[in-house]
């Protein structure tokens, strides 16, 4: 049978949906870090919103986020995943910052609840169905076409293709999302080669 792959969000796509936010609003505040964290890290949703401000450490470069016990993990040991500093709105260490201090968040989960006020419920841990409502609110809201072909899952698979269309290999690749099996990862990188040197690009019509 064939798995159905999510419809990878792409970094063009990632720019039109945070750009279209009001960060000004708290519960934008928080999708803008959701979808910026989850893209550049590739996490899995279960692996993002279990986040705990503690496993959060930035410095000047970046941040580094720990990635306590996941689906890859057997041992438990967890593993350590970096993100640059962006110059943009699709920065994921700014979003992070910014929403953590609008939320007044300190400690416990990076991801809560925001209520019809706006206010953080705090220690109110997202699930990770409500990472894949973001996506899907989001992007319709920014008035992208495929928004109904996305899932939770299309910011990783995101990741995995933008960074396959960008020449990086699969073993980078699967340093950042924690995939353990080639055969995925080699999907999407076969999906960006459909697009990369495609022949009609050549005919200039």
């Not at 910026?36 to 705990?52: P, Y």
Request: proline share 2%.
């Amino acid at each position: 049978a064939m798995q159905k792959k999510a419809q990878p969000l792409l970094f063009e796509s990632l720019k039109t949906v945070v750009t279209a936010l009001d960060c000004e609003k708290i519960r934008d505040a928080r999708d803008r870090a959701i979808l910026c964290l989850g893209f550049m890290t590739g996490l899995r949703r279960s692996e993002l919103v279990a986040l705990d401000v503690e496993d959060l450490s930035c410095s000047r470069g970046g941040m580094t986020v720990h990635v306590r016990r996941s689906k890859g993990d057997q041992v438990g040991e967890g593993r350590d995943v970096v993100v640059f500093r962006g110059s943009g709105e699709t920065c994921p260490v700014a979003a992070v910052e910014a929403w953590l201090v609008a939320a007044g968040i300190t400690t416990g989960p990076v991801f809560v609840g925001v209520d019809r006020l706006g206010r953080p419920r705090h220690q109110k841990r997202l699930t990770d169905q409500v990472v894949r409502t973001v996506v899907k609110e989001r992007a319709r809201a920014a008035g992208l076409e495929e928004f109904e072909k996305l899932s939770g899952h299309s910011l990783r698979a995101g990741l995995a293709t933008q960074a396959a269309l960008n020449g990086a290999n699969l073993r980078d690749i699967a340093k950042q999302t924690g995939h353990r099996s080639e055969k995925i990862l080699s999907g999407y990188i076969r999906d960006a080669d459909l697009w990369r040197n495609n022949v009609t690009e050549k005919l200039g019509f």
